[in-house]
Nanobody, 121 residues
Framework: QVQLVESGGGLVQAGGSLRLSCAGSGRTFETWAMGWLRQAPGKEREFVASINWSGTSTYYTDSVKGRFTISRDNAKNTVYLQMNNLKPEDTAVYYC??????????????WGQGTQVTVSS
């Protein structure tokens, strides 16, 4: 079992940056593909980015390519989402997730509780 705890959300002006962190428990963290998803008010949860177990391969949804970067530090059991040039449409609750399979928008096995990101115009 994997427990995930996100942090780093907050309020930022458009054009600003935030870095989200997701700390995972368990000795098998490095065997899981990790991802970030988000859910805006009144919308369905959507895929943002994913990273394979070694950190050597990533996927991004088109709307964040060139602005967001997913990375991981397996020694710290942590995955990150660096978000630059934030836009008001990035406002959402961001969730960290762990999956047995790596890919674009794969099903996830474990979820964090979410962290709010609000971008003001």
């Amino acid at each position: 079992q994997v427990q995930l705890v996100e942090s780093g959300g907050g309020l930022v002006q458009a054009g600003g940056s935030l870095r989200l962190s997701c700390a995972g428990s368990g000795r098998t963290f490095e065997t899981w593909a990790m991802g970030w998803l988000r859910q805006a008010p009144g919308k369905e949860r959507e895929f943002v980015a994913s990273i394979n177990w070694s950190g050597t391969s990533t996927y991004y949804t088109d709307s964040v390519k060139g602005r967001f970067t997913i990375s991981r530090d397996n020694a710290k059991n942590t995955v990150y989402l660096q978000m630059n040039n934030l836009k008001p449409e990035d406002t959402a609750v961001y969730y960290c997730a762990a999956s047995r399979l790596f890919g674009y928008n794969r099903d996830n096995d474990y979820w964090g509780q979410g962290t709010q990101v609000t971008v003001s115009s």
